[in-house]
């Protein structure tokens, strides 16, 4: 076997997934070679190896390949054709971009679901006026939800709409490109479960994460670990994220998304084959995090504990609105002095409304506790102008 | 106040503590700037900038303050000199150049605690042989320490010697520099206490580590947080703790090793006014670890909760005897299997014996639980050629 230790990791995206996953790796010696376009993103600093490139550019990836051993991704925009093509060649590339390609594709990540039975809600795909209003009928509820089947990416190309609306007036149809129609859940909780697989087909969880998005922004803004269901519930929950990622034979770090509905029905919405926003918390509130977990999947290490050593509250640092550019976190001081507070800052030089800066994880002795310090740090923080 | 997330830090010496410091500080988008000699030293691919130059070096340091808004320092072997001279002039020094003068002559820091009531054992300053009998004589005790007052490093510059021996022949003496003799301590445990104070005089102890050193090398071993002590002792050696940094007005961390000896009594041995091997731990174990108190420390964000999370014992991962150049972490599939182990690599290119290479913390559920993890790991494993 290969010294893990010499091992170098070629990452596309140079975004904080990327930087959290250095950060989480640094005492592993692993080295890692960076494809981003911007000069100024938050991996570029502590890459080994950083090659300014759009991450849709063939050469610039053959270029990445020809430098590391192996290559991964940290976002999913990216030209899933150039790195299949390197799979095809025997580049090692972790999630493989067969899944990529399905998820890419929501159309065919729900069509995936329906195929290996994964627990999903009803959903037609369309792109005609006469197919929207189609699937709508044969939906049949009150609310549903379009999304475009590709290039979504927080709340963009995503749509909760009423039927009644657009089956009178079809000029209300908010997208042209081809869509998934779904039904609407009327769901008592959204839930995350980040899942690890190794190539050995080894498979752990993590502890479930209960999400509340804050509806103007559709940006989560509340992440409590663990969510407050029942035991029967939880172990549903984990059960049906490792099914899907063993269902896509996946290897790597897994995000699945899912609705717990009124019912008590959990159905899955949604599956990003990386690190993910909703197991930040696992950095300080779990034995191994999601970044470092990755690293060992990466390295051939054994998977490391997804234990939960505290409860904890994330919430996401966003741009505020009002101004763009040089910025100062105000409130730093005040929640540093709490403690089991730890605030993430990704490294970037402007701040942007609702551009993600950085996210702060709180823990606590109980859940309540670590909401109320939570509470209490997001009352007292937002960026300003500097 | 200038915005804390824009200062750039200056630090003198690019070994594994500055590379903690920064891996435990970019979640803060801290700017660091580095000067060392070694252009493969383990801060360097972390750096903003990297200055190559010995610690020495007037110029060189000069030009780090130049393109730094404070400076500290991870290794008390630097010019202090030229820090006083910078410190003279304004530049912010933490700590102050002043306690490093002090600590870096061993002489000079037991003058210091006599002076300012610190429990500590009997001492003579010593440079001709007369002197060297003389004291021998004073002490009074079988065994005595001899330490040069300075450039003592790790064990060397240390030795524990029969007073007979040398009474009967001086030409036993094993230093020809001014040294510092003092009485042998029979002590029961060595003790450490990490420190932390900051601008305004706050000051903070971390829980007492206990160390157990392996006789041949003189380096750490094993360390357990919480010390095996009583709740009184523990008082007491925190309390000692803190009163040596505030004889000395210290802002920053600080390392105060002590011994407790036989009959109960805690004296103060060394202390370091940096980040220490004895702190390890605290980046799994603690709430705030030292490094990422520093941070706080310099960037004047309040101090951090130094309370302990789970318990730790940490072992250093040192060069294996016998070869040197590129290696293997013999063992590190296994031990990574273990819930709570956590492998720290410093990102040197090459092993040699006895050169410290890494760390291990492992956390357990009890002191016990930890110790017999830390056994375990460390029987399987070792660096072997690669």
Redesign the interface.
């Known amino acids: 076997m290969q010294?893990?230790?010499?091992k170098r990791i070629g990452i596309l995206g140079g975004g904080q997934l990327g930087?959290m996953l250095m950060?989480e790796s640094?005492?592993?010696?692993v080295h890692f070679n960076v494809l981003d376009k911007d000069d100024s993103c938050p991996c570029k600093?502590?890459a080994?190896v950083f090659l300014q490139g759009g991450l849709d550019d063939d050469k610039k990836i053959f270029e990445l390949a020809a430098i590391s051993d192996l290559l991964t991704f940290e976002i999913e925009h990216v030209n899933t054709d150039a790195l299949l093509a390197l799979e095809e060649k025997g580049v090692e590339i972790i999630p493989s971009p067969k899944i990529l390609q399905i998820v890419q594709d929501k159309g065919l990540q729900k069509q995936f679901y329906k195929k290996n039975n994964i627990p999903s809600s009803d959903f037609f795909l369309v792109e005609t006026a006469n197919e929207w209003l189609d699937a709508i009928n044969k939906l049949g509820t009150f609310k549903f939800v379009a999304k475009t089947r590709k290039d979504g990416y927080d709340g963009k190309g995503v749509a909760i709409l009423q039927a009644e609306e657009i089956l009178n007036d079809i000029s209300k149809i908010p997208f042209s490109q081809p869509c998934m129609l779904e039904a609407f859940v009327e769901c008592e909780k959204e839930l995350s479960v980040i899942v690890a697989r190794n190539r050995m087909g080894n498979t752990v969880s993590y502890p479930s994460v209960e999400m509340e998005f804050d509806p103007d922004a559709n940006l989560v803004t509340y992440l409590t670990c663990p969510a407050k269901i029942t035991a029967e519930q939880e172990l549903k929950a984990e059960e049906i994220a490792m099914n899907v990622v063993k269902a896509f034979n996946g290897v790597g770090i897994f995000a699945v998304e899912m609705f717990l509905t009124k019912e008590g029905q959990i159905l899955v919405n949604e599956v990003a084959p990386r690190t993910h926003n909703s197991g930040h918390h696992t950095i300080e509130a779990c034995?191994s995090s999601q970044f470092e977990q990755l690293t060992?999947i990466l390295l051939d290490?054994?998977l490391?504990?997804t234990?939960l050593?505290?409860p904890a509250v994330m919430i996401n640092l966003l741009g505020a609105d009002g101004f763009s550019g040089s910025y100062?976190?105000k409130g730093?001081?005040e929640i540093?002095?709490i403690?089991?507070v730890?605030?993430?800052?990704?490294?970037k030089s402007e701040s942007k409304p609702m551009r993600k800066m950085?996210h702060i994880t709180i823990?606590g002795e109980t859940i309540a506790e670590a909401h109320k310090k939570a509470e209490l740090v997001n009352s007292l923080i937002c960026f300003v102008k500097?």
């Open positions: 010294n893990p230790l010499k930087r950060m640094t005492r592993y010696n600093p502590m080994d034995y060992r290490l054994p490391g504990s234990r050593i505290k100062r976190l730093l001081e540093s002095a403690e089991g730890y605030v993430h800052l990704y490294g950085g823990l500097d």
